[in-house]
Every structure is written in C-alpha cells, then in structure tokens.
C-alpha cells in the first residue's frame, strides 16, 4: 500500500513559480512510475508530466519548456516545479504512483494562477 500526499499548492500572480511536492509513504517508491495530473473546474483530469522509475521525463505540450519533473527516491518524493504560470494553470494538481497492475493516487493540491 502507498500512500501519496501532495503539498505546495497556493495562489500565485501570473508568470511566478511554484513547487509541488508528492511524499508516499509505504515501500518500493523507486519502483514506481510517478507522474503529475490536473483538473481545472468542469474538465476531466489531465496527464501534465510524468516519470519513469529510471528518471525519463515527459511533458504534456501545454507545460513543455516551463515545467520540470524531478523525483528523489531518497526521500520518497516526487516534484513539479512549475515556472512562467499561466491562469490556465489554474486547477488540482494531482501525484500518481503506478507499477503494471497497480495505481495510487493523492488528494490533490489547489494551484490558483490570478492577478
């Protein structure tokens, strides 16, 4: 079992930056394909970025070249760190864990792009 909790979500003006976070609690983190998603109000959940349990990284074209991935198994952690926000930005960011059979997921943490 893992358990997935994500934080650094807030209110952030147009072109800043934020850092989420995902801790999972449980063992096998490293094993795991981590990756991050989002749900605007009214949409359906998104892929944004994802990475492997090797460290390749993927990106939706909407955050290509403004947000990275990055995971630390040291520390059970996977981040998104987010740069040049846009309000379309603006939704739930959501962390996944997946291994073939298996998936986790977290509550979610808000992310608000707003002048």
């Known amino acids: 079992q893992v358990q997935l909790v994500e934080s650094g979500g807030g209110l952030v003006q147009p072109g800043g930056s934020l850092r989420l976070s995902c801790t999972a609690s449980?063992?096998?983190?490293?094993?795991?394909?981590m990756a991050w998603y989002r749900q605007a109000p009214g949409m359906q959940r998104e892929w944004v970025a994802g990475?492997?349990?090797?460290?390749?990284?993927n990106y939706d074209n909407s955050v290509k070249g403004r947000f990275t991935i990055s995971r630390d198994n040291t520390k059970n952690a996977v981040y998104l760190q987010m740069n040049s926000l846009k309000p379309e930005d603006t939704a739930v960011y959501f962390c996944k864990a997946a291994k073939p059979s298996i998936t986790y997921w977290g509550q979610g943490t808000q992310v608000t792009v707003s002048s």
């Open positions: 449980g063992s096998g983190f490293s094993f795991y394909s």
């Open positions: 990475i492997s349990s090797t460290g390749s990284t």
